[in-house]
């Protein structure tokens, strides 16, 4: 059973510092996808990705895929109140196509 | 265009009881997934439906079940319900069975409280 480890658990800064985000899988990722959700609401797609060391920017976020494809980061700039939310990493990939989530990194941003 | 739409958002239940939650994917999905958050955690798989098919199940009991019907909305049952099964129900829905980029469109979920 594949497991994905996130950290920080918790994080909670001030608007318009930056902040990196960490993913780790026990093995490798069929793909790569981190998702956003916020309170009450399901998780939204931000970035899907499966090549081994692409980098793929989202205006103020960054996500880099590991080049063994068993980590990934999600960097933001300059980060805002409306960033807020639980990130989370996905694998994307198996057999039936189920997703397999990470416990996520609730993040706050203070004005 | 309507994203995906679950009934009902909150829901009281007391232990042993059994419970329906509905899901109406987004027009032209054919998909349906359902997953289970507990307070705390990521998103659980429960069951996967394409074509009014089970196509994936995860590991939970017998005691939940699903379906899905011809105009590819779902339902998802829960019997004698545990407090344990307490926490948000989310559905995703999504065109095909196959890997792409867009990945899958959650709704905002069932809240289920188990008293």
């Known amino acids: 059973t594949q497991l994905l480890e996130q950290s920080p658990q918790f994080l909670s800064i001030q608007e318009g510092e930056n902040l990196t985000v960490y993913c780790n899988s026990s093995?490798?990722?069929?793909?790569l996808q981190w998702y956003r959700q916020e309170p009450g609401e399901g998780p939204v797609l931000l970035v899907t990705?499966?090549?081994?060391?692409e980098v793929k920017k989202l205006k103020r976020l960054t996500f880099q895929f590991g080049d063994a494809r068993k980590d990934s980061s999600l960097h933001i700039t300059a980060a805002q109140p409306g960033d807020t939310g639980l990130y989370l990493c996905?694998?994307?990939?198996?057999?039936?196509?189920?997703?397999?989530f990470g416990k996520g990194t609730l993040l706050t941003v203070n004005p | 265009d309507a994203g995906v739409t679950q009934s009902p958002t909150h829901l009281i239940k007391t232990r042993g009881q059994q419970v329906t939650l509905r899901c109406s994917p987004i027009s032209g999905h054919k998909s349906v997934s359902w997953y289970q958050q507990v307070l705390g955690q990521g998103p659980q798989f429960i069951f996967q439906y394409y074509e009014k098919e089970e196509r994936g199940r995860g590991n939970f009991p017998d005691r939940f079940s699903a379906r899905q019907f011809p105009n590819y909305s779902s339902e998802l049952n829960v019997n004698a319900l545990l407090l344990g099964d307490s926490a948000l129900y989310l559905c995703a829905s999504s065109f095909s069975m196959v890997r792409d980029s867009y990945g899958y469109t959650f709704g905002s979920g069932t809240r289920l409280t188990v008293v």
């Open positions: 093995s490798v990722f069929s793909s």
């Open positions: 990705v499966v090549t081994g060391g």
């Open positions: 996905v694998d994307g990939g198996g057999s039936n196509y189920k997703l397999t």
